[in-house]
């Protein structure tokens, strides 16, 4: 799967539904703020929470988004790989699965 490409399209998917429903997109994003706004742990972790999420939630856009802001964020493969052997021993085969698009994605991210 081309990633980025992939990411580009749900962007442009994402703008349509934003002016659809921007009300809804609003709320969702004063969500999303107020989940990275606390101090506990940093927002690199955080993103790998949420890659983890994405994997077992099996949702592939949420996957590329989380691995482009992980990319973003600094972070390396060893610590994506490290949650990905996490959801993989909670979540099995399915896990793995969605867990190697993940490093595929991360990967594609870091490249360019």
């Not at 706004?37 to 929470?49: A, M, Q």
């Not at 964020?73 to 793995?96: C, F, K, S």
């Amino acid at each position: 799967m081309d990633w980025i490409k992939f990411i580009k399209d749900a962007d442009k998917d994402l703008a349509a539904y934003t002016k659809a429903l921007p009300e809804t997109m609003q709320a969702f994003g004063k969500m999303g703020a107020a989940a990275k706004s606390g101090n506990g742990i940093d927002l690199k972790t955080k993103e790998l929470v949420a890659l983890g999420v994405a994997i077992s939630t099996r949702c592939d856009h949420c996957i590329g988004y989380h691995a482009r802001n992980l990319v973003r964020l600094e972070a390396n493969r060893e610590e994506v790989t490290d949650v990905l052997a996490m959801v993989a021993y909670m979540g099995g085969g399915p896990a793995i699965n969605y867990g190697s698009k993940a490093l595929q994605a991360f990967d594609q991210f870091s490249a360019q």
